[in-house]
């Protein structure tokens, strides 16, 4: 196995969930940071060889955006990360030289 996706949501009692997709591995916290590291021990305790562990770790952020109880926390990181997402460059098609003469 290469990757494993988390399923991130808001615990209406407080904090985060994530469930993994396709293992059973659940954890909990009260804030994102500390969710990551919650996570990335519950994929090691699930996985103990390393070898079958799992190298890439993917979080899936579910958020309500129609619900009042939607915690602005998140909603504000999520928007932050996608501000900050630089453009990935194209590529130049095979084949095709680009460069003018």
Known sequence: MTEIVFRVEHDPDGG???TALGQSIFTQADDIETLQIMIRDAVHCHFPDAEKRPKIIRLH???PILDEDAPNYITNH???ALRRKRRVPRRRSEGKDTKKE
């Open 61 to 63: 952020i579910v958020i």
């Open 78 to 80: 999520v928007r932050r």
């Open 16 to 18: 985060y969930t994530a």
